[in-house]
């Protein structure tokens, strides 16, 4: 009977090879060359797979029966579906991040600029369902939802009593305010996220008029972004409809017909079309609006609810 323990007896490779407990799989950032110096060299075999990496600590004697080692297809196989699968969470959690950050900016002009976070909710909502009406991808709506808030976080750098003052501005004070969406587009620009990029877009272009006679480039009809004619009609619109400092809520028959006497001057004629085709909703934006407003601080999910307003 060959003896296991000396080396130099006849039969011992086999032995040993049958000996041997099944292989052990290591999951590793990194390849662990201690580990595969430690075998003889003969036995030493690294298999890569990226992510992870694994190292397989022996192989068995050529020609001799499989002792069940997991093949390279299969391990190929299973961690491509683990890396999809991380990479997909990633993005998730990736996104969900983004939107908390842009949810907490929401927070900081609202508080600048009124004290409660509501219009800025419904400027969204209402945006969204703007951009519904016109047609545009859901997912470009929903976008806008997340974006459209943002509208005046360039008030941020405003001093309080001007935002608040209850007569006219004065010329220097205008001068001063007009050059919030050049400040929000600034804090917002210079992102490679498509929500804030199109967030900067629509701080810059939200006072621009269909006729040029806007703020800050005078750019006029086509010019002007889509987003930005979108979100003119809907602050315009919540604007004069809830009450401020310096004015008295409208109701809504009296804001829709500035809306029309405003249509190709002031506003996109398509836009104001589609305020009219989203009127049996203004009920439901402003319903959900003020749910969500109270909760904006401290729920765990911004939810598109503007689909069910």
């Given at each position: 009977?060959?003896n296991i323990d000396n080396p130099s007896a006849p039969g011992h490779r086999c032995l040993r090879c049958r000996a041997r407990p099944k292989p052990i799989l290591h999951q590793n950032?990194?390849?662990?060359?201690?580990?595969?110096?430690?075998?003889?060299?003969?036995?030493?075999?690294?298999?890569?797979?990226?992510?992870?990496?694994?190292?397989?600590?022996?192989?068995?004697?050529?020609?001799?029966?499989?002792?069940?080692?997991?093949?390279?297809?299969?391990?190929?196989?299973?961690?491509?579906?683990?890396?999809?699968?991380?990479?997909?969470?990633?993005?998730?959690?990736?996104?969900?991040?983004?939107?908390?950050?842009?949810?907490?900016?929401?927070?900081?002009?609202?508080?600048?600029?009124?004290?409660?976070?509501?219009?800025?909710?419904?400027?969204?909502?209402?945006?969204?369902?703007?951009?519904?009406?016109?047609?545009?991808?859901?997912?470009?709506?929903?976008?806008?939802?997340?974006?459209?808030?943002?509208?005046?976080?360039?008030?941020?750098?405003?001093?309080?009593?001007?935002?608040?003052?209850?007569?006219?501005?004065?010329?220097?004070?205008?001068?001063?305010?007009?050059?919030?969406?050049?400040?929000?587009?600034?804090?917002?620009?210079?992102?490679?996220?498509?929500?804030?990029?199109?967030?900067?877009?629509?701080?810059?272009?939200?006072?621009?008029?269909?006729?040029?006679?806007?703020?800050?480039?005078?750019?006029?009809?086509?010019?002007?972004?889509?987003?930005?004619?979108?979100?003119?009609?809907?602050?315009?619109?919540?604007?004069?409809?809830?009450?401020?400092?310096?004015?008295?809520?409208?109701?809504?028959?009296?804001?829709?017909?500035?809306?029309?006497t405003a249509r190709g001057a002031q506003f996109d004629p398509t836009v104001v079309d589609a305020m009219h085709r989203i009127r049996h909703r203004l009920a439901g934006v402003r319903?959900?609006?003020?749910?969500?407003?109270?909760?904006?601080?401290?729920?765990?999910?911004?939810?598109?609810?503007?689909?069910?307003?």
């Open positions: 009977m060959a950032k990194r390849p662990r060359p201690d580990l595969m110096l430690a075998l003889p060299p003969h036995d030493r075999r690294l298999e890569v797979q990226r992510p992870p990496q694994t190292l397989l600590l022996w192989q068995e004697e050529p020609g001799t029966p499989s002792t069940g080692a997991v093949s390279g297809p299969h391990l190929d196989a299973a961690s491509d579906a683990r890396t999809g699968a991380a990479a997909k969470l990633a993005l998730t959690m990736a996104r969900a991040a983004q939107r908390e950050t842009l949810r907490r900016l929401v927070l900081v002009a609202a508080v600048k600029d009124g004290g409660t976070p509501e219009h800025c909710l419904r400027v969204g909502a209402l945006s969204a369902l703007l951009a519904e009406a016109l047609q545009q991808p859901q997912t470009w709506c929903d976008m806008l939802f997340d974006a459209a808030p943002l509208h005046d976080l360039g008030k941020a750098t405003l001093p309080e009593a001007l935002l608040n003052k209850s007569g006219p501005l004065l010329p220097h004070e205008w001068a001063q305010v007009r050059t919030h969406p050049v400040v929000g587009a600034y804090v917002l620009g210079d992102s490679d996220n498509p929500v804030q990029q199109l967030a900067a877009e629509i701080a810059l272009n939200h006072h621009e008029k269909w006729d040029g006679s806007g703020y800050p480039a005078h750019r006029s009809a086509h010019q002007i972004p889509l987003s930005g004619r979108i979100v003119a009609v809907a602050d315009f619109f919540d604007s004069v409809t809830n009450a401020s400092c310096y004015r008295d809520a409208m109701d809504d028959d009296a804001a829709f017909r500035l809306l029309d319903d959900q609006a003020q749910i969500h407003a109270a909760t904006l601080s401290t729920t765990g999910r911004w939810q598109y609810w503007w689909r069910r307003a």
